[in-house]
């Protein structure tokens, strides 16, 4: 199912749709024991922040290709992939019938400006989406407020968000080739202040933040000691403001 709202999702689903984004070479292995080191990194990450309750029933939105939902599916959770493009999906699907993961896996064609379902699901994650659910800050918060009521009560919400305060990503969302500048832009007002305003509002409790990284994750690939870099510019006082990602949670 795919609700159509206005032109900026138009814009977004059909960017998400281009082949081309879904680049060679895209690391799909759902266990993270085949990871990549940046990959590993990253959802090591996500997973200690997280801290997921076993067999918990997980919704994504924004689920892209699955590097998080196929990982999620082989460590037993349940998962409902959301997302505006079909492509995508069926990428999920494909994937996760491949390696036998696919029955304990639902998908969801929609921008999720309408709710689709209340309190069924134990935590709910979006993941460098959230700057993309809308061309205004209502619309987005509105988005978001939908994917809270899919949790039920003493679940968590979790986003990850560019922190618009690290200095490589103008370059990278100016000249890159994957991204498009006019899609991401809005990625600038996902800062630690408005986040935390943002899912105070939304009712959201036990609210935590931290932040992540600092030189870009592909970096990790080619030379390991930027793991560790990354981690002690994460940890430290003030430089920490400025690392790539800003994690968030909460507890409904």
């Known amino acids: 199912m795919y609700m159509k709202t206005q032109k900026f999702d138009k814009k977004t689903k059909d960017f998400f749709d281009r082949k081309v984004y ?17 990959r590993k990194y990253e959802f090591d990450k ?5 801290n997921l309750p076993k067999s ?12 998080f939902v196929l990982p999620f599916l082989h460590l037993g959770y349940h998962v409902t992939a959301v997302d505006v493009s079909q492509n995508s999906l069926n990428i999920i699907k494909a994937e996760a019938k491949k390696y036998h993961l696919d029955k304990n896996l639902k998908t969801l064609r929609s921008d999720f400006q309408k709710t689709a379902f209340n309190s069924i699901y134990d935590a709910a994650f ?5 700057h993309l659910l809308g061309a205004t800050e209502k619309k987005r918060v509105e988005t978001l407020k939908n994917l809270v009521k899919t949790v039920k009560k003493g679940g968590q919400v ?8 690290n200095p490589l990503y103008y370059p990278f969302y100016f000249f890159s080739k994957e991204v498009s500048w006019n899609v991401e832009k809005h990625f600038m007002k996902s800062n630690e202040a408005n986040l935390r305003k943002i899912f105070k509002n939304l009712g959201l409790k036990n609210i935590k933040v931290t932040y992540v990284g600092f030189l870009p994750m592909r970096f990790i690939e080619n030379f390991p000691f930027v793991a560790q ?7 430290t006082p003030i430089l920490n403001k400025f690392s790539s990602f800003i994690y968030i949670k909460g507890t409904c």
């Open 46 to 50: 996500f997973i200690k922040f997280f």
């Open 229 to 235: 870099l990354n981690d002690i510019l994460s940890k």
């Open 126 to 130: 979006c993941i460098s989406t959230f």
């Open 56 to 67: 918990a029933k997980l919704i994504e939105l924004g689920s892209g290709y699955g590097r």
């Open 22 to 38: 879904y680049g060679k070479g895209v690391d799909l292995s759902p266990d993270p024991k085949h990871f990549t080191p940046a």
């Open 158 to 165: 979790l986003v990850i968000e560019p922190n618009p305060l």
